[in-house]
C-alpha cells in the first residue's frame, strides 16, 4: 500500500510515533524514525518489518537540526520523504496561576514551533523536487475544549490544527496534503502519569468507556498518510473513543 514511500515520523520512540512508525513499515513504506532520544528511536527500528529504515536524532524545536536532518535524509534517499508525522509533543503541565514562562515557552517551542519547523522544510524540498506529499500533524481533543492545567498544552495543538489547516490551502497547488489528528485520552509514557483523580474523570466522559491505544491513532493516521485519502486535506480527524 506505501510501496516505494519514504516516511519521516518524529517522535518516533514515544507510543504514538512508534506505533505509526510500525503501521507504515507493514505497509511497506521505508521509515526515518526521529527522536530528541536517539536510543529509542533506534529501538524503534529494531522492532520494523522491511529494511531500508533509518534513525536520527532530532530536537524539533531546533532549525539548524531540523535543516542538517533533511540534507542528511536527502543523501541517504536522493529523494525527500513523501510522508511526514509530527508526533513529537511534550506536556508540562500546571494551572495557569503557578506556570512558569519557561514552561509556556517550551510547549510552545516543541509542540507547535516543532511541527512549523519540519513542515516547511519537508515542503520546501518536495516543492523543490515537484513531488506531492501528505503530512499528518498531531493536535489534541484539549486542543478543541481547553483543560484545566494545560494552558499552554491546550494553545500549542489548537495552534497546531489551524497551522495545518493554513497549510493545506497553501501547498494544495503543490498536491501537498496536510492533516490534522486529534487523540483523546491515549494510553502512552506522556499518560502515564496523569493522576488517578484526573484518568477517572476522563474515563467518565468516554463515550466508547475506555483509553485509546497507540495503534488505534496509527491506524488513522496511516489513512492520512497514504492515497487512500487523496481527496482529503485541511481537515482534522477525532481519535478519542466519541470525547470531543
Ligand atoms: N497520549 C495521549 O493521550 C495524547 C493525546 C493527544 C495528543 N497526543 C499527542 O500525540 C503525540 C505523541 O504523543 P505520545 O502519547 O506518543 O507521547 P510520548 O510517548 O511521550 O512520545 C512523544 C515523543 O516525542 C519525543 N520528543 C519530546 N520532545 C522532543 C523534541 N524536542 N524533539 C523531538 N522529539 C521530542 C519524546 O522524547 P522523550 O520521551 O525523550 O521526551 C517522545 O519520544 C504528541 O504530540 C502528543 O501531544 C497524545
Same mark, same amino acid.
Given at each position: ?8 515520523? $518524529?517522535? #518516533? ?5 512508534? #506505533? ?6 507493514? #505497509? ?22 522491511? /529494511? ?41 503541565? /500546571? ?19 516543532? $511541527? ?58 503543490? /498536491? ?11 494510553? $502512552?509514557?506522556? $499518560? ?53
Amino acid at each position: 500500500m506505501l510501496a516505494g514511500k519514504i516516511a519521516f515520523v $518524529t517522535g #518516533a520512540g514515544g507510543g504514538i510515533g512508534r #506505533a505509526t512508525c510500525q503501521l507504515l513499515a507493514k #505497509a511497506n513504506a521505508k521509515i526515518i524514525a526521529s527522536d530528541c532520544n536517539v536510543t529509542s528511536a533506534k529501538e524503534t527500528i529494531g522492532i520494523l518489518e522491511g /529494511n531500508g529504515h533509518m534513525a536520527i536524532r532530532i530536537d524539533v524545536s531546533n532549525g539548524k537540526e531540523v535543516n542538517d536532518a533533511f540534507n542528511n535524509i536527502i543523501e541517504n534517499y536522493h529523494t525527500p520523504p513523501s510522508i511526514i508525522v509530527n508526533a513529537a509533543g511534550i506536556i508540562r503541565d /500546571n494551572f495557569l496561576l503557578n506556570l512558569t514562562e519557561e514552561d509556556f515557552d517550551k510547549v510552545l517551542n516543541v509542540n507547535l514551533k516543532g $511541527t512549523f519547523l519540519i513542515t516547511q522544510k519537508a515542503c520546501q524540498h518536495l516543492v523543490d523536487a515537484g513531488k506531492p506529499g501528505s503530512i499528518v500533524n498531531i493536535s489534541s481533543i484539549v486542543g478543541k475544549r481547553g483543560n484545566r492545567g494545560q494552558c499552554n498544552y491546550a494553545s500549542s495543538k489548537a495552534a497546531v490544527e489551524t497551522f495545518s489547516k493554513s497549510v493545506a490551502q497553501e501547498m494544495a497547488r503543490y /498536491n501537498i496534503r496536510c492533516n490534522t489528528v486529534l487523540p483523546g485520552f491515549i494510553s $502512552t509514557s506522556m $499518560t502515564e502519569g496523569v493522576p488517578d483523580k484526573v484518568k477517572d474523570m476522563f474515563h467518565s466522559l468516554i463515550p466508547l468507556k475506555r483509553f485509546g491505544k497507540p495503534e488505534e491513532v496509527a491506524e488513522v493516521i496511516k489513512f492520512l498518510s497514504s492515497d487512500a485519502s487523496s481527496y482529503v486535506t485541511g481537515t482534522s480527524i477525532f481519535v478519542s473513543g466519541g470525547l470531543e
